[in-house]
Nanobody, 122 residues
Framework: QVQLVESGGGLVQAGGSLRLSCAAS????????MGWFRQAPGKEREFVAG????????HYSDSVKGRFTISRDNAKNTLYLQMNSLKPEDTAVYYC???????????????WGQGTQITVSS
């Protein structure tokens, strides 16, 4: 039902910033738990940041806390991830996710985007 398309990825030097966007169609993001995950080659997909379904409470992994900010624009039906002070270990494919059932986003989310590559050079 819901289609998610990420954009904004690319190559950036350590210490730089990027903003990822996740445009949704076929659903209203404000009715879903939303979040961002990432997966580096040969590694498990891991949680990065999330917004709870009902109250929009933010959650972050310890590795990105204080550097990344998740937000959404309901008028544009778009989710964002502002990434500051990027580190080489942030290099991964980043995925947008949505869940219409669970109150908080998890790796078992109902809907996923195709991913966008983030490469941080040292």
């Amino acid at each position: 039902q819901v289609q998610l398309v990420e954009s904004g990825g690319g190559l950036v030097q350590a210490g730089g910033s990027l903003r990822l966007s996740c445009a949704a169609s076929g659903g209203t993001l404000s009715r879903y738990a939303m979040g961002w995950f990432r997966q580096a080659p040969g590694k498990e997909r891991e949680f990065v940041a999330g917004l709870s379904r009902i109250r929009g409470i933010t959650h972050y992994s310890d590795s990105v806390k204080g550097r990344f900010t998740i937000s959404r624009d309901n008028a544009k039906n778009t989710l964002y991830l502002q990434m500051n002070s990027l580190k080489p270990e942030d290099t991964a494919v980043y995925y947008c996710a949505a869940d219409g059932v669970q109150p908080v986003i998890t790796t078992n989310a109902n809907y996923w985007g195709q991913g966008t590559q983030i490469t941080v050079s040292s």
